[in-house]
T-cell receptor
Framework: NAGVTQTPKFQVLKTGQSMTLQCAQDMNHNSMYWYRQDPGMGLRLIYYSASEGTTDKGEVPNGYNVSRLNKREFSLRLESAAPSQTSVYFC?????????????FGDGTRLSIL | DQQVKQNSPSLSVQEGRISILNCDYTNSMFDYFLWYKKYPAEGPTFLISISSIKDKNEDGRFTVFLNKSAKHLSLHIVPSQPGDSAVYFCAASEGLASYDKVIFGPGTSLSVIP
């Protein structure tokens, strides 16, 4: 059972380049999320999608765009990468029809912007 | 300003002893709290949660205590095992209906020494 799969696991970009981080879940969850984790900051929500066809901004959305391609897939795009976007990015999903269910996370994408 | 604080970046405990991880929050509207555990190069995994209508929740070796008046919660691990060595994140949300916007603390790195 794969759960939440993120690709790629590692990526190095130059300032100004664009990049799409992919995320797919096989648990039939309706809600999906993108977080970034920085030292001393915990995980901060970038965008989330409560259901297929909807997306909403989280705490730190600037510089990012998202697409909920279908129920399984939720991608995060950096249109013009900046060094401040160097971080570890986590995708998560949740069965939000069941209020007691927590989020399930992928193993992350480590992104470096030079 | 961080709404969820974990003031101890790291903690070392002997195997078999109790580990106590602390978390403080500032938002009095938070009423659902979670603990996640994270190993290196993996995503966070859900450990235990507590609703504000309770002051204690227990799951095996893990117990979470909530003191609403002090805006403080703690995670107790008894007995601690070397496999418990990980980063622990405290998280909070303003009720299950707002569960999509979970605020994470910066994490505490626990080392259990054999």
């Amino acid at each position: 059972n794969a759960g939440v799969t993120q690709t790629p696991k590692f990526q190095v970009l130059k300032t100004g380049q664009s990049m799409t981080l992919q995320c797919a879940q096989d648990m039939n969850h309706n809600s999906m999320y993108w977080y970034r984790q920085d030292p001393g900051m915990g995980l901060r929500l970038i965008y989330y999608s409560a259901s297929e066809g909807t997306t909403d901004k989280g705490e730190v959305p600037n510089g990012y765009n998202v697409s909920r391609l279908n129920k399984r897939e939720f991608s995060l795009r950096l249109e013009s990468a900046a060094p401040s976007q160097t971080s570890v990015y986590f995708c998560a999903s949740r069965d939000s029809f069941n209020s007691n269910q927590p989020q399930h996370f992928g193993d992350g994408t480590r992104l470096s912007i030079l | 300003d961080q709404q969820v604080k974990q003031n101890s970046p790291s903690l070392s405990v002997q195997e078999g002893r109790i580990s106590i991880l602390n978390c403080d929050y500032t938002n009095s509207m938070f009423d659902y709290f979670l603990w996640y555990k994270k190993y290196p190069a993996e995503g966070p995994t859900f450990l235990i949660s507590i609703s504000s209508i309770k002051d204690k929740n227990e799951d095996g070796r893990f117990t979470v205590f909530l003191n609403k008046s002090a805006k403080h919660l703690s995670l107790h691990i008894v007995p601690s095992q070397p496999g418990d060595s990980a980063v622990y994140f405290c998280a909070a949300s303003e009720g299950l209906a707002s569960y999509d916007k979970v605020i994470f603390g910066p994490g505490t790195s626990l080392s259990v020494i054999p």
